[in-house]
């Protein structure tokens, strides 16, 4: 059986990256909220976003479909709706997998 591992905080990763790279912590939260702005931006406006080196963002649009409820069994309508999906890179996939 794996043990779980608990999942890396915003704090935990901006002190990980401020040491390994010698920035100050505020330098390093700077860019990351940076860098989200940025990506956020990008795909609004064109629809997708390259992150280099993890992936990509990708904005897409889901048709209407038919769904059920869990609860009842009942068929429900699932209206068409925008998403946003991320697109592992190979190089990810590959170290990662």
């Not at 889901?62 to 609860?71: F, I, L, S, T, Y």
């Not at 998403?83 to 592992?88: A, C, D, P, S």
Request: with cysteine; net charge positive; charged share 30%.
């Amino acid at each position: 059986m794996q043990k779980i591992m608990p999942k890396m905080t915003k704090s935990q990763m901006i002190t990980a990256l401020s040491e390994s790279t010698e920035l100050s912590k505020k330098q390093v939260s700077g860019f990351i909220d940076g860098l989200s702005e940025l990506v956020y931006k990008e795909v609004k406006k064109n629809g997708e976003c390259i992150v280099p080196g993890f992936g990509k963002l990708v904005k897409v649009k889901r048709k209407a479909r038919e769904g059920r409820n869990p609860a009842t069994g009942a068929t429900i309508k699932i209206p068409a709706k925008t998403v946003v999906k991320f697109r592992l890179s190979k190089a990810v996939k590959d170290t990662v997998l």
